[in-house]
């Protein structure tokens, strides 16, 4: 399709479908025509040159406003673009618009926004959940009105919203793209990720922005780099494959539906010749309340400098001595975060107080270390980031696994359920919306490469995206095994046709 097509088809897209709340900002027509034209005429026609690309309102861009779905940031234009948006522009990709999404990444669903909920629409016109917290990156990639759309994922906000809308949901291994100029909700989970409508497309985009950059101190450096790449050509992976299947994840509340999509896909990629382990990764069950201690705990620390005088829109009142000031920090904090960013900051404020902070923060970083550990005994590739000759056992020790075989992958459902409808979600209250994440928070504890799949439940896959009847199935692999994440995504793509 010309690039002048795509735009026209875009354009025409955002009309008929009236967006769904996907987009709280949108490149100017006439912006996006002229960009379409110098694209076309300026580059050699890379894997992404002309390509319309829709990012989370948390990426910051210097041609449109960044809010983070904030009213603390609703008057925000960042003075320059995050590293990933350079690279995108330079290799020719042109930003559509920029997606909504949970205020500051925060949230499952894409409700809590200053800016109104993300919807898809299911069977009956229902309106249903298009996941969070990158839901309208994922609702204007389901819906083609983009390419493909950077999100980012901290806990499961790129894999979630991708099964809930059918599309794919990939999180790179941590540090290997760059989160220089991408507001930051949790720093040591925070992942920019891809969302496309197949696994192909989300590896030219990876390709386009996978490099090393100086600005961003977790940026894993270039001699890591060929370390692992070294490695694993070293590693000389066997096929058929060893698929592990990790029995933890076969929860009682996973819906039915979703089971049996498991079993199938694991069934025919036993008939293509890859061999199927049951592993045991027992620190699952503490995973997710370890993430949702972690993860308030970093975010109340990075949002403590949106107070309307360093950051942020300011609500009316004198400034000058401390108590003043407090007064107008108070006010400003109060009127301009919305009540999930509110219950993190108060929740994480907490749990690193000198009352708390060695029974609820350090033991979640010891879960987090648990967590890791179980993955690194069930996959045959050592952890590249370990010393590979290990001092002794630490002393809180977990059994081994109850399988000895050693796999190369893992392949587990992404939610427990299919997308609920907005009105359940009304009902629900906050604290078991953070169930849909019990899947995806594992391997963001262990910074591990994960990418989530539509796969039908049944043998007749015709257009069941976008009514909520795909089942997002996820692929893990060891840290730095992106390669291998892409490979297997692929293949279960095939497979589900
Ligand atoms: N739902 C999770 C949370 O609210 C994950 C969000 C994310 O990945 N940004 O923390």
């Keep these: 399709m010309s690039l002048l097509r795509q735009a026209q088809k875009f354009i025409a897209n955002q009309t008929a479908r009236k967006n769904f709340n996907a987009f709280i900002s949108l490149a100017e027509k006439s912006a996006l025509l002229r960009t379409i034209e110098d694209a076309e005429a300026k580059h050699g026609g890379g894997p992404i040159n002309g390509k319309l690309i829709a990012v989370k309102d948390n990426i910051c861009t210097s041609d449109l406003p960044t809010t983070a779905a904030s009213s603390i940031l609703k008057s925000f234009t960042s003075p320059y673009d995050a590293t990933v948006i350079k690279q995108l522009r330079d290799a020719g990709s042109i930003v559509v618009g920029k997606t909504n999404l949970d205020e500051f990444g925060m949230g499952s669903h894409s409700t809590h926004s200053f800016f109104g909920p993300v919807q898809q629409s299911g069977d009956n016109g229902r309106a249903l959940t298009a996941g969070g917290s990158s839901g309208g990156s994922a609702v204007a990639v389901a819906t083609e009105q983009s390419w493909a759309a950077l999100g980012t994922d901290t806990g499961g906000s790129v894999r979630l919203p991708a099964a809930y809308t059918g599309i794919v949901g990939y999180k790179p291994s941590y540090g290997l793209i760059s989160r220089w100029g991408v507001i930051a909700y949790a720093n040591s989970l925070d992942t920019v990720g891809i969302l496309a409508r197949d696994s192909q497309s989300a590896r030219k985009l990876f390709n386009a922005i996978n490099s090393y950059d100086p600005k961003d101190p977790t940026s894993l450096p270039p001699s890591t780099r060929s370390q692992i790449a070294e490695l694993l050509s070293k590693n000389n992976r066997k096929t058929p494959l060893r698929i592990g299947v990790p029995l933890e994840y076969n929860i009682e509340e996973l819906q039915p539906i979703v089971r049996q999509a498991w079993i199938r896909i694991v069934n025919l990629l036993t008939q293509l010749g890859h061999t199927v382990h049951p592993v045991s990764l027992p620190t699952t069950k503490h995973a997710l309340s370890a993430y949702y201690v972690l993860a308030p705990a970093e975010a109340s620390s990075n949002l403590a400098k949106y107070d309307g005088i360093r950051f942020g829109s300011r609500s009316a009142g004198a400034d000058g001595s401390p108590e003043t000031n407090s007064v107008l920090f108070a006010k400003t904090r109060g009127q301009n975060f919305g009540g999930e960013v509110k219950r993190r900051i108060l929740l994480g404020a907490y749990t690193l107080s000198a009352e708390a902070i060695d029974n609820y923060f350090i033991q979640a970083q010891k879960v987090r270390r648990l967590v890791q550990r179980d993955f690194n005994s069930v996959f045959s590739f050592p952890n590249p980031l370990l010393d590979p000759k290990p001092g002794p056992a630490p002393h809180d ?49 262990a910074g591990l490469p994960a990418i989530s799949v539509p796969v039908s439940s049944s043998l007749d896959r015709a257009s069941k995206v976008l009514n909520g009847e795909a089942v997002g199935i996820q692929v893990i692999a060891q840290y730095g095994d992106d390669e291998l994440v892409l490979e297997v995504a692929k293949m279960v793509e095939e497979l589900s046709q």
């Design 397 to 445: 020790t977990i059994p081994d696994v109850i399988e000895s075989v050693k796999v190369d992958v893992l392949v587990c459902p992404t939610a427990p359920t299919l997308p609920p409808t907005l009105e359940f979600l009304d009902r629900q209250a906050p604290v078991d919306a953070y169930m849909n994440d019990v899947f995806t928070v594992p391997a963001s504890l």
